[in-house]
């Protein structure tokens, strides 16, 4: 991958509905390829998306050293995606998957929530991303449907016997891609996600390494019947489709072979995708992986309501936005909240809430605590509450907005 980096009014109404009508949107995780590994290795249909869209550098792990990092781990990076927010939120802290916290919603419950009768699709060799990190038929999901589901392979010994090569993880793989494909172009989901494990076990057993790389090139490969697909969509129905692609995490500093951890190169990865607006954010930030889920909800024109917006820790891809990089501190006796001016337009108003019932599906009770324009980059408001030992803040701007936690040391 290269860096690359009256009737007329009518007319114009209709068209923008139907546009907004035949919307599809697509992500697809690859499993654990570093930014420098994507970077040095030939990729043209990633390449090809990119000149549609862009490639830009991305992390994944949440802040390092404070209250959301995260570990770099598989299923913990897939929820990042998910659910737009961090660990410290999800709560999906390794591949058990223990104990998600489900009040965070996924893109898919947003979705179906607002538009019960569009279509959802999965595609993956873990059975356990559609039943437990999208929680498909728990209470605590509302009981999701999704509408159509192909996964479970791994568990299919019969037509995949294990080997020690895992050469049935990409007979696996292979299937799996095929079949998003061949489904895309004959009932075209609305929203779909595609998983593909291959290059982490080729990572895993050789690290940085011969094996390794030919796997990421047969991850393109893949990954060019999916464009394909999209592209007959786009010119046989005339469909506008957005796809994202990235990765779960990188890899280990020394050789390659584990992760986990919060080295630079488990932390770096890298999404591509055929989006149109791309924002200042991706094309000169650093995005994160939290970052996918809103700008896949914008696109989508999903309505999150105020309560879960709040929660969001990603910030939108494309389209305006108004603001990165908040930070909140306790000094002095007043809480200091500073952040990266994009648009300088308009005012910044700060909330304030020193419980967190949300993270119990209760309801948070905020304050207004100042409003201050944009384009001051700061806020300083004077503690009332000086006992609490918890804070969330939120900071609404008029194109998007940025939370932090505060949480005091006792």
Same mark, same amino acid.
Do not use: C
């Given at each position: 991958?290269?860096?690359?980096?009256?009737?007329?009014?009518?007319?114009?109404?209709t068209?923008h509905c139907f546009s907004?009508?035949?919307?599809?949107?697509?992500f697809?995780i690859?499993?654990?390829?570093?930014?420098?590994v994507?970077?040095?290795?030939n990729?043209?249909?990633l390449?090809?998306i990119a000149r549609e869209?862009g490639?830009?550098?991305?992390?994944?792990?949440?802040e390092?050293g404070?209250y959301?990092?995260?570990?770099?781990?598989?299923?913990? !990076?897939?929820n990042?995606?998910?659910?737009?927010?961090?660990?410290n939120k999800h709560?999906?802290w390794?591949?058990?998957?223990?104990?998600?916290?489900y009040?965070?919603p996924t893109?898919?419950?947003?979705?179906k929530d607002?538009y019960?009768?569009?279509?959802?699709?999965?595609?993956?060799s873990?059975?356990?991303n559609?039943?437990?990190?999208?929680?498909?038929g728990?209470?605590?999901?509302?009981?999701?449907?999704?509408?159509?589901?192909?996964d479970?392979?791994?568990?299919d010994?019969?037509?995949?016997p294990?080997d020690?090569?895992?050469?049935?993880?990409?007979?696996?793989?292979e299937a799996?891609?095929?079949?998003?494909?061949?489904?895309?172009?004959?009932?075209?989901?609305?929203?779909?996600?595609?998983?593909?494990?291959?290059?982490?076990d080729? !990572?895993?057993?050789?690290g940085?390494s011969?094996?390794?790389y030919k796997?990421?090139e047969i991850m393109?490969t893949?990954i060019?019947?999916?464009?394909?697909?999209?592209?007959?969509?786009k010119?046989q129905?005339k469909e506008?489709?957005?796809i994202?692609?990235t990765?779960?995490h990188?890899?280990r500093e020394?050789?390659?072979k584990g992760h986990g951890?919060?080295s630079?190169r488990?932390?770096?990865?890298?999404?591509?995708?055929?989006a149109r607006?791309?924002?200042?954010?991706?094309k000169?930030?650093?995005?994160?992986?939290v970052?996918?889920?809103?700008?896949l909800?914008r696109?989508?024109?999903?309505?999150i309501?105020?309560?879960?917006?709040?929660?969001i820790?990603?910030i939108?891809l494309?389209?305006?936005?108004?603001?990165t990089?908040a930070?909140?501190?306790?000094?002095? !006796?007043?809480?200091?909240?500073?952040?990266?001016a994009?648009?300088?337009?308009?005012?910044?108003?700060i909330?304030?809430?020193?419980t967190n019932?949300?993270?119990q599906?209760?309801?948070?009770?905020?304050?207004?605590a100042?409003?201050?324009?944009?384009?001051?980059?700061?806020?300083?408001?004077?503690?009332?509450?000086k006992?609490?030992?918890?804070?969330?803040?939120v900071?609404?701007?008029p194109?998007?907005?940025?939370?932090?936690?505060?949480i005091?040391?006792?």
């Open positions: 991958m290269k860096y690359l980096i009256a009737g007329l009014l009518i007319v114009s109404i068209g907004q009508q035949n919307r599809k949107a697509i697809v690859v499993d654990g390829i570093s930014a420098d994507i970077e040095k290795l990729t043209p249909a390449d090809a869209g490639y830009t550098r991305a992390y994944v792990g949440g390092k404070g959301s990092q995260t570990p770099t781990i598989s299923a913990v !990076g897939y990042s995606l998910l659910t737009g927010t961090w660990v709560n999906v390794g591949n058990d998957i223990a104990a998600p916290n009040n965070y893109i898919f419950r947003l979705f607002q019960p009768a569009k279509k959802t699709a999965v595609f993956s873990w059975e356990d559609r039943t437990k990190l999208v929680g498909e728990l209470e605590a999901t509302g009981k999701i449907k999704l509408d159509y589901h192909f479970g392979l791994e568990l010994t019969v037509n995949y294990h020690k090569e895992r050469d049935f993880m990409h007979r696996i793989d799996v891609v095929n079949h998003a494909a061949d489904y895309i172009r004959k009932e075209s989901p609305d929203l779909s996600w595609v998983y593909l494990e291959y290059t982490d080729m !990572g895993h057993m050789y940085d011969p094996q390794f796997a990421v393109d893949q060019s019947r999916l464009w394909s697909a999209i592209q007959y969509r010119q129905f506008d489709w957005v994202y692609i990765t779960d990188g890899r020394e050789d390659g951890g919060q630079d488990e932390r770096n990865t890298w999404i591509v995708t055929n607006g791309l924002n200042s954010y991706f000169t930030g650093v995005p994160g992986v970052d996918i889920m809103p700008s909800a696109f989508l024109d999903i309505t309501p105020v309560s879960q917006a709040r929660e820790d990603g939108p494309t389209g305006k936005i108004s603001a990089n930070t909140a501190a306790i000094d002095q !006796g007043s809480i200091v909240v500073n952040w990266k994009l648009n300088k337009k308009g005012n910044a108003k909330w304030i809430s020193s019932n949300f993270k599906g209760g309801k948070d009770d905020y304050i207004l100042a409003t201050v324009p944009v384009s001051d980059q700061k806020a300083t408001i004077a503690l009332t509450d006992k609490s030992p918890f804070y969330k803040i900071i609404e701007f194109d998007n907005l940025l939370n932090r936690w505060i005091v040391d006792k």
